[in-house]
């Protein structure tokens, strides 16, 4: 499947580089701050799959991200990013289904060759 690179200055003596579902990186620039990502080129990754469970991929991204606020305003990155509850989940399955119609190849219109060109 297709991930996205992505490098975060976590400080000012450590980065990170990881490779994420495109939905996930909003949730690293709500945590991290936009200016602290660079984001880098989409990359297939073998053997690798993404989540096709929108509920289970929000509280995957909860638990490793974490929360911010605290009490009553207390949410987890991606609940900040996507909302709460079902209106969140809902969202999140929006972005997982545009991250896989993004990476699916393109088809040729008919009658075009491999160059564009009709016959």
Known sequence: MH???VNVLRDETATMNIAVAAWEVPVLEA????ERLTIGE???VKGREWP???RSEMQRLSKLYGVTGAG???LSFAERVYGAGSMGVKALERAMKDA???AKPKRAAKGA???GQTN
């Open 3 to 5: 991930f996205v690179k």
């Open 31 to 34: 945590k991290h701050g936009e």
């Open 42 to 44: 989409t990359v297939e």
């Open 52 to 54: 096709t469970d929108a």
């Open 72 to 74: 009553d305003e207390a």
């Open 100 to 102: 896989r119609d993004a």
């Open 113 to 115: 060759d491999l160059v």
